[in-house]
């Protein structure tokens, strides 16, 4: 039994960090640097961040961003994402935390390398009345609909099942918009009824759609090739992502909440046990928070100290 249980917590790590031996070499460099960064403890954003919320989020925004058929055709055409998905979560995962935890050097330096690797990811996709569009993962709309959709998941998934956040969810919208601005885009929004009607105008536009591809990135989404321990887990969490999404995504994403004939599957409360489980699999705090507070504290940040 202890030894399923120490191979359950190596695979957990494996998939997050990309590594089950120790935490990775560049969340330990976020010591580094010589200022204090874009967010400190206490803010809207290290609440998020820092919770255990993003795992459901992470979903969430994988299944919003497949809507976007230029978004999608640049992971299809662009990505290794079938042969390869556990980098590419870890890759985002780093750069997440980077802007979240690390100096704004690290921070830019961080999102000036996801920019050049999106560099070659372009091409072309039909939009729904038929004309021919083309596409780039660093044109400033479609890194606008990554962002919004990002922000959106993440803001949702916390509220549903994490606790209150500091400055309320408008400060996270407004604090994470740094993040925005350092991979292009322009004048993202800042608060909450911002971004919820900057969805709707994708929606209402009919710049959203569903197709063949959007089916096959979906059932990939639900059966990703994980480890057996950890695909318990996974299922309930996948289902507490669907939880959060809108009727109309959940539609057009071909989802529905879980239910047992006429009766709802007990979600939220299932989810927060699955979360509670991988916070003590995990500890409570990232070693890329830990560095963090470390740096803070040889600068002086009175800060650092915040729980």
Do not use: C
């Not at 200022?35 to 803010?43: E, N, R």
């Not at 890194?143 to 922000?151: G, P, S």
């Amino acid at each position: 039994m202890r030894n399923v249980l120490r191979i359950w917590q190596d695979e957990l790590r494996k998939t997050f960090s990309g590594k089950a031996d120790g935490p990775p070499e560049w969340s330990l460099r976020l010591a580094e640097g010589n200022d204090a960064g874009y967010h400190l403890p206490g803010s809207a954003v290290w609440a998020v961040h820092g919770s255990m919320t993003p795992i459901v989020a992470g979903i969430r925004a994988l299944l919003m961003q497949s809507l976007h058929p230029g978004a999608l055709a640049g992971v299809h055409e662009h990505s290794n994402f079938r042969e390869d998905p556990l980098r590419r979560l870890a890759n985002t995962i780093r750069w997440i935390f980077t802007v979240t935890y690390g100096s704004k050097a690290a921070a830019e330096d961080s999102s000036e390398r996801v920019r050049h690797l999106h560099v070659p990811v372009q091409g072309t996709y039909r939009d729904n009345a038929g004309g021919l569009r083309t596409y780039s993962a660093n044109d400033p709309g479609l890194a606008r609909w990554i962002h919004v959709a990002f922000t959106d998941a993440f803001l949702t998934a916390h509220k549903v099942y994490g606790r209150p956040i500091p400055g309320g969810p408008d400060a996270y919208v407004r604090e994470w918009a740094q993040a925005g601005r350092l991979m292009g885009v322009e004048d993202p929004p800042l608060t909450e009824a911002e971004m919820r009607n900057e969805l709707d105008r994708w929606y209402a536009q009919d710049q959203l759609r569903t197709d063949e591809r959007v089916a096959e990135t979906v059932q990939f989404i639900r059966n990703p090739p994980l480890h057996p321990l950890l695909r318990p887990g996974y299922r309930v969490l996948f289902a507490s992502a669907v939880y959060t999404l809108e009727p109309r995504y959940r539609s057009m994403l071909g989802l529905s909440v879980p239910r047992l004939g006429p009766f709802p599957l007990p979600v939220r409360a299932a989810t927060k046990a699955v979360l509670g489980v991988v916070r003590l699999a995990l500890g409570r705090r990232r070693p890329s928070e830990n560095a963090a507070r470390e740096r803070l504290r040889r600068l002086g940040e009175p800060s650092a100290g915040l729980a």
